[in-house]
């Protein structure tokens, strides 16, 4: 299993920036799917953005226009450039791959350890 490093968070004000970093090490494929996931106490995981192999993207409604996904193949890293936050925003965000691994012909799924995002008002 490939193994994903995620760091960047930290603890800011309302209305400031964070950059998420995320690094897939021991990868045996090809990295497709990448995903932002978070989750605040007491609240489910859900998926902050996603971007493909080929750069397309989806977002949370909530985090539209504030935050962007993007992702660097050659050294299989994901980012999240985070703006305007919000104390909603304040969770454990989690990166997470797809892994297709071409001579067993399966895809293997992949989490980081997460970091925590706290915005304060």
């Known amino acids: 299993q490939a193994r994903l490093l995620d760091y960047g968070g930290g603890l800011v004000q309302v209305g400031e920036s964070l950059r998420l970093s995320c690094e897939a090490t021991g990868v045996l494929g090809t990295i497709n799917d990448m995903r932002w996931f978070r989750q605040a106490p007491g609240k489910q995981r859900e998926m902050v953005a996603s971007i493909t192999s080929s750069g397309i993207t989806a977002y949370l409604d909530a985090v539209k226009g504030r935050f962007t996904i993007s992702r660097d193949n050659a050294k299989n890293a994901v980012y999240l450039q985070m703006n305007s936050l919000r104390p909603e925003d304040t969770a454990r965000y989690y990166c997470?791959?797809?892994?297709?691994?071409?001579?067993?012909?399966?895809?293997?799924?992949?989490w980081g350890q997460g970091t925590q995002v706290t915005v304060s008002s």
């Open positions: 997470n791959a797809d892994e297709y691994i071409h001579f067993r012909g399966t895809t293997r799924e992949s």
